[in-house]
Antibody, heavy 126, light 109 residues
């Protein structure tokens, strides 16, 4: 069975940093795009970042560009999200998700999410 | 920025059919995906590529898409189907990301 287990969340002051991790098992990790999706308390889901199979392509939602960095270590079946310059509005549960994709008629890459971890809570507060 | 619009809430009695809609301008050219999220749990994929049901999802869950509206239908809703449901899709810009609808709280009672 596919398993994704996040870690690294916690309480951090505004302007601080956290490194989130996701341990993957049950599938060939290096053959899938991976993503981070977050959910603020009592709010909806928001896609945060994607990374391709070998880590050479990375994409981010506008609100985290320049502050967050997604990375992966295929030798350790692990996904990471380095979060810097954290703001109160970054407070959320961060989910790791496996991201299959399809190409549309314009040859654009379209990711979606088929398996999710249980999430790790990041709280940004003084 | 691209938006997907869902009704905030839908309520049905057990055994009735629940329909949750998702509106988006790019849906004629993009697939819709549906996720179920029960309180305190991770989302679960219930419909992929507009109408395909993943392995392990009950047959009462189905999906369709016509024009700018995608619909999740739960035929004979059960009490255990009570959850938040989110649609997801991508826009036409090719920005390699996607958006979720605001979510619909399904109440079955």
């Amino acid at each position: 069975d596919v398993q994704l287990v996040e870690s690294g969340g916690g309480l951090v002051q505004p302007g601080g940093s956290l490194r989130l991790s996701c341990a993957a098992s049950g599938f060939t990790f290096g053959t899938y795009w991976m993503s981070w999706v977050r959910q603020a308390p009592g709010k909806g889901l928001e896609w945060v970042a994607n990374i391709n199979e070998d880590g050479t392509e990375k994409y981010y939602v506008d609100s985290v560009k320049g502050r967050f960095t997604i990375s992966r270590d295929n030798s350790k079946n692990s996904l990471h999200l380095q979060t810097n310059s954290l703001r109160a509005e970054d407070t959320a549960v961060y989910f790791c998700a496996r991201a299959p994709y399809y190409y549309d008629s314009s040859a654009y890459y379209n990711p979606w999410f088929d398996c999710w971890g249980q999430g790790t809570l990041v709280t940004v507060s003084s | 920025s691209y938006e997907l619009t869902q009704p905030p809430s839908v309520s049905v009695s057990p055994g009735q059919t629940a329909r949750i809609t998702c509106s988006g301008d790019a849906l004629p050219k993009k697939y819709a995906f549906w996720y179920q999220q029960k309180s305190g749990q991770a989302p679960v994929l219930v419909i992929q590529e507009d109408s395909k049901r993943p392995s392990g999802i009950p047959e009462r869950f189905s999906g369709s898409s016509s024009g700018t509206v995608a619909t999740l239908t739960i035929s004979g809703a059960q009490v255990e189907d009570e959850a938040d449901y989110y649609c997801y899709s991508t826009d036409s810009s090719g920005n390699h990301g996607g958006v979720f609808g605001g979510g619909t709280k399904l109440t079955v009672l």
